[in-house]
C-alpha cells in the first residue's frame, strides 16, 4: 500500500521559522529587485528620469489639505524635482569617487563620514523629487514636502531687499550682481540675521576670524555683503573660475587645493545650486535695469 501524502498546509506548519522566512523573502526578490532597478533608471537613464518626474508633478499633493484657491505648479515642480535627482547623481558619484581613491591606495579625509553624509543627503533628495510639489496659492508659491507640510518656496523678495547693498559691493569688486545674490540666497535666504550651527553670520555667512581678518562688522548687512564679495572675489582670483571659487567659500581654500571638495554633499550641492541662481538673478537684475 502507497502512503497518504500530507497535506501541503500541514508540511508548511513543518517547516522551521528559518525557512519560512527565507521563502517569504525569496517571493519578494523580484518586486525588490524590479524597484531597485527602477531607482537606479530614474537616477542615471533621464528618459526614464524625465519621465517620472513630470508624471509626479502633476499629481496633487496626497496628504496636503490645500485651499480651493491652490493651483498646482507642473513646471517648477519638474524644475525642482530635476534638482534633486542632479543631486542625488552628485552624492552618488561622490560616494563612487571615494571607493575609487580608497582601491588606489589614496586618502581621504574622514571616508567613512563623508560617505555616510553622501548617502544620507542622496536619500533625503530622492524622497524629495517623490514627494514634494510646488503650487501657488494667492498667486505665491509655496512647497508641499513630506507629510504635507507648507512652506514658502520664492525667496527672491527677501534676497533683492538688500538690492541696494549688493549692487554697492558690485560695482566696487567690479562682479555681477547675480553672483552676490545667488551666494546669499544659498548662505541665508535673506536673513541678516543668521547664524549656523558652526557659528557663520549674517547674510554671507561668514565665520568670525574671516570677519575679523576682512576688516568688517558681519552684523551689519551692508559690510557683511561687502566682505562676503571681497573673500569670494580672493577666492576667485585664486582659482580663476567660478566653480573653484565658490567651492572655495563653501568648504575652504585648502579643500579645493588638495580636492577633498569633492566628496563633501555640501559643497557639490552648492556648486550645482549657486550657478543655477545666478541664471534666475541676471534675468531679475536685467528686468530691474530695463525699468
Known sequence: MRKKRKPQKKIEKSRPPVVKVYGYIFRWRVFWLALLVFILMTIYYPPVGNKTVDFLSRQKPPLAKLPANAKLDPKTTVEYKKEKLAAVRTNMNSVFMIIGRSLDNKPVDNKWSVIKDNLLDAFKSYVDVLTVRIVTIDNKPVMIGEKGKIVPYDKTD??????????TAANKYKIDPAIIASIIEQESGGDSAALSPAGAIGLMQ???KTAQGLGVNPYDPAQNIDGGTRYFMYQYRAFGSIELALA????????????????????????????????????????????
Do not use: C, D, S
Request: charged share 20%; glycine share 6%; proline share 7%.
Open 158 to 167: 527677501k534676497i533683492l531687499q538688500w538690492a541696494e547693498h549688493i549692487n
Open 248 to 291: 572655495a567659500y563653501n568648504a575652504g581654500p585648502n579643500n579645493v587645493r588638495n580636492g577633498n571638495y569633492q566628496y563633501y554633499p555640501e559643497t557639490q550641492g552648492y556648486i550645482i545650486k549657486v550657478p543655477r541662481l545666478i541664471q534666475k538673478y541676471q534675468r531679475i537684475f536685467t528686468r530691474t535695469r530695463e525699468i
Open 206 to 208: 561668514l565665520m568670525p
